[in-house]
């Protein structure tokens, strides 16, 4: 085992910047993951939010009309 000038072996300086890269590859991995879900849950967010628009109004039928009308409205038909 031979010794560089610092003290430190030939071997550790080496694995210490294979780790680096290994690390730096890490970091990105999770960053594009973390990217990717929240592109998915804003997605998803959004699209839950136009199909609720789409149901119609929140007035229920004949609340404007008169009592007869109203009455008939709400009915069943035969």
């Not at 990105?28 to 879900?37: D, M, N, R, S, V």
Request: glycine content about 6%; some cysteine; aromatic content about 8%.
């Amino acid at each position: 085992m031979t010794l560089t000038e610092d003290g430190s072996s030939h071997w550790f300086t080496k694995l210490a910047q294979q780790l680096s890269v290994v690390t730096v590859i890490i970091i990105i991995a999770g960053g594009l993951l973390t990217c990717l879900l929240l592109f998915i849950f804003a997605k998803r967010q959004i699209m839950r939010f136009a199909l609720r628009s789409h149901r119609g109004l929140h007035v229920p039928f004949g609340t404007d009309a008169n009592k007869v009308s109203h009455l008939r409205s709400t009915l069943p038909i035969y």
